[in-house]
């Protein structure tokens, strides 16, 4: 018996596991071996189905900046110590990179309607700016590693590569066989908890594993060419 556990729509899980079925009933594998080439395949689809962020955030205009300017005009007809304290409050800066994610950061400005935040960046003139480590994306094409760490068990199946190494808590998978009364059943479970990773999907998890199911079909289709090929049929 092969068994997979997925929060998707029914059908996408459906053809998946009758292609599992498939793969065992035609070929003989072994569980476990069935199991974790159908993870190879889904974690590929996944991967697939995940943005690559830019290297550099989006640099947008301090909508406040005119409005600290004006500030500092008025102020430093007052004094010197209302002029200080204005430009603080409006912003010090013309520009601004707009970050992917929330998070509470010191002379940040939210974006009109909410949304992501924007802290502030110390440059007049938009090029140095976009130069600027707050603009800069480190971690770029994380998301699509992430799910590649799902596989750290099963990596001899796999030609993707693992990239920089990612903590457990993050993600991990792991194959694991149960004993189901006279059965054995291979189980790998595959967990990702990158926080931002709802936003990084550019198509939903069933239509993922609905192209994973055609990856497995495909793997099957050839295997079954080769053994024909080497039988000499």
């Known amino acids: 018996m092969i068994d997979v556990n997925m929060k998707v729509d029914p059908m996408s899980e459906v053809r998946f596991m009758r292609e599992m079925h498939r793969r065992a009933a ?23 189905g995940t943005v690559q962020s830019p290297k550099r955030r989006v640099v947008l205009e301090n909508p406040n900046y005119q409005q600290a300017m004006e500030a500092l005009k008025q102020g430093r007809k007052r004094s010197p110590k209302g002029a200080k304290a204005s430009l603080t409050a409006g912003g010090t800066w013309p520009w601004a990179a707009r970050m992917d994610y ?39 094409g994380l998301a699509r590693r992430s799910w590649t760490w799902m596989l750290k068990g099963v990596s001899k199946l796999s030609d993707i590569k ?26 790998w479970v595959g967990v990702n ?33 080769k053994l024909t090929h080497d039988a000499g049929y």
């Open 26 to 48: 035609i070929l003989a594998r072994g569980q476990k071996g069935i199991v974790e080439i159908a993870a190879v395949k889904l974690v590929t689809s996944l991967r697939a």
């Open 193 to 225: 908890r990158l926080h931002y990773m709802r936003a990084a999907l550019k198509r939903s998890i069933g239509s993922s594993i609905h192209a994973a199911s055609t990856l497995l079909s495909k793997e099957t289709e050839r295997e079954i060419a």
């Open 102 to 140: 929330r998070v509470g950061l010191k002379n940040s400005i939210p974006l009109s309607g909410g949304g992501s935040l924007m802290p502030l960046i110390g440059a007049k003139k938009k090029g140095d700016a976009n130069r600027h480590y707050l603009a800069q994306i480190t971690r770029q």
């Open 162 to 187: 693992m990239g920089d190494p990612m903590p457990t808590s993050v993600a991990s998978g792991k194959t694991t066989m149960k004993t189901q009364g006279p059965e054995t059943i291979a189980e």
